[in-house]
Each structure stands twice: as structure tokens, then as C-alpha cells.
């Protein structure tokens, strides 16, 4: 029985592919930052091609990154494709809304085909690594755990079989989300929940407060400086693309004053406009 992971994201992906070396087993791999921008219909060469184009117009991206998110992406439904019958699926997954979308999305890839499919999250899985020690630990998404981690875990079989019920459910909540226009999306207490653009702008707004009060005198804060310290803070797996975005956005509506090259993320600085 051949046995085929999939899993989300290309930072977990590379440590998934270390941790996998000598085993014979296939790695299926799809892009991240599915939390953030359009989803609906991505399985389709239209959805995608909205999915794409939004990228384009919000993040920094480049022809290059555009190609390579979309060779990612349309390599992995065609390798899903071409899955045979009877294969032992491990999907990976963690608790964020991108990588919770990944697995029900791949349950509905894989609608027509009598494989079996089991879980591994990561999140669970360096809780229960962590009883018994002094230190604690919780993980944002898979990208964040080592490739020895990952070996321990597929060494001691830490996945969990989906029970065909649950199969079905996973289905229909992945039909709901690429029906649905929300460009924002957030895993809280086991839920998925849409969300308006405007989710982090408070935080962000908060954050550079804190900046300016370690300052002697308000003054200009490198955004690269500001959106690494909202990247490390937030309680959401969300990347520094998006919190340049909706740094840009903030911009716009007046809350901060800018200067420098917009287009590049290290050459701007940015300061709150006095409330």
C-alpha cells in the first residue's frame, strides 16, 4: 500500500521532506497563506486565476513568486489526481485556518477515491511531546516545528485515522468555504470563522503605539520593525505579507504617514498620526 503525505505550506514542507529521507513514502505539497485572500472555486483554473491575481494586486510579489505559487498549486491537484485506489493518506494540518482549510479541501480532492485517509496535527502533537518536561510549547502552524520533530512523529505513528463520517463532514465544510467570497479567515476554538480585511488593524495600530512610547519624541518607525514585531506577537498564523498590505491600507485611510519606497518592505518607514 503506498503510502502519500500532504501537507501545506513550503517552510513545513522542506522539513517534512528532511524527516522523510530513506522512508519510501511520497510528499504531496501545496502553498501556504490560505488564511488570507480569496479561496472560492481554487480547485478551478478560474478560481485560482482570481486567487492569483489577488496576490498580485495586494502582496509584493513578482512575476516570479506569482509562477511559482501557481506551479506549487497546480502540481499538487494534479499529483491528488492522480492518487491511486487503496493508498494511505497522511494529511497534515495544524490549528490555523490555512493549513484546517488544506484538510478539508483535500478530503473533497479526494471524494471519488477509495483511499484512507489519517491526520497529523502538529499543534496536538508537540503538546503531547512536551508532558512530562519542564517547558511548554505551542505552534502556530507545521512551518514552525523542526524536520526531527516531524520524523519523530511519523516514527511513532502520532496520526489519527478520519472515521468516514467525519470524512463526509470535512466534504461539506469544504464546499462551504470555496463557495464563499470572505477574503479573511480564522481557526478559533475549533471553528472556522469569516472575518472582515480590517481583522488585524487594530493590532497593528496597537502595536506601533507601544513603539512610539519607548521613543523619547514620536518619530518614524521602520515598518519592516513594526510588521516583525506584529508577525511574532499575533495569536493568528498570518504572514508578513499580509500585515504589510494591511499596513499600506492604513496608510491610505489617514492613520499613519509614510515615507520612502512602498514597493519594498525594508525601504519605508511609517508614524502614527496624532488621535
Not at 27 to 40: D, N, R
Not at 148 to 177: G, P
Not at 245 to 265: C, N
Amino acid at each position: 500500500m503506498q503510502t502519500i503525505h500532504i501537507i501545506f505550506g513550503e517552510s513545513a514542507y522542506g522539513s517534512l521532506r528532511f524527516a522523510m529521507k530513506g522512508r519510501k513514502e511520497s510528499i504531496i505539497a501545496f502553498p501556504g497563506l490560505l488564511g488570507e485572500g480569496p479561496i472560492k472555486d481554487i480547485h478551478t483554473e478560474m478560481g485560482l486565476k482570481n486567487r492569483l491575481q489577488w496576490l498580485k494586486d495586494h502582496y509584493l510579489f513578482d512575476a516570479e513568486d506569482i509562477e511559482r505559487y501557481q506551479q506549487l498549486f497546480e502540481t499538487g491537484l494534479q499529483q491528488v489526481e492522480q492518487i491511486a485506489e487503496g493508498s494511505k493518506i497522511i494529511i497534515w494540518t495544524c490549528e490555523n485556518a490555512a493549513e484546517q482549510f488544506g484538510l478539508r479541501f483535500v478530503t473533497k480532492l479526494l471524494a471519488r477515491k477509495k483511499v484512507t485517509c489519517y491526520v497529523c496535527n502538529t499543534y496536538f502533537n508537540v503538546l503531547e511531546s512536551c508532558k512530562g518536561r519542564d517547558t511548554w510549547c505551542e505552534i502556530r502552524y507545521s512551518g514552525e516545528i523542526s524536520s526531527e520533530e516531524m520524523k519523530k512523529f511519523i516514527e511513532n505513528e502520532w496520526i489519527e485515522r478520519m472515521a468516514d463520517e467525519l470524512f463526509a463532514t470535512y466534504q461539506k465544510e469544504a464546499e462551504q468555504l470555496l463557495s464563499n467570497e470572505c477574503a479573511v479567515r480564522t481557526w478559533r476554538h475549533g471553528e472556522m470563522h469569516y472575518e472582515d480585511e480590517n481583522r488585524d488593524d487594530a493590532f497593528i495600530i496597537k502595536t506601533a503605539k507601544m513603539l512610539h512610547e519607548e521613543q523619547d519624541e514620536r518619530t518614524w518607525l521602520r515598518a519592516v520593525r513594526l510588521i516583525g514585531l506584529v508577525l511574532g506577537e499575533t495569536e493568528h498564523n498570518i504572514s508578513d505579507s499580509w500585515i504589510n498590505y494591511r499596513v499600506h491600507k492604513l496608510i491610505e485611510q489617514g492613520f499613519f504617514q509614510s515615507k520612502g519606497d512602498l514597493r519594498k518592505i525594508r525601504q519605508y518607514e511609517v508614524k502614527l498620526n496624532e488621535v
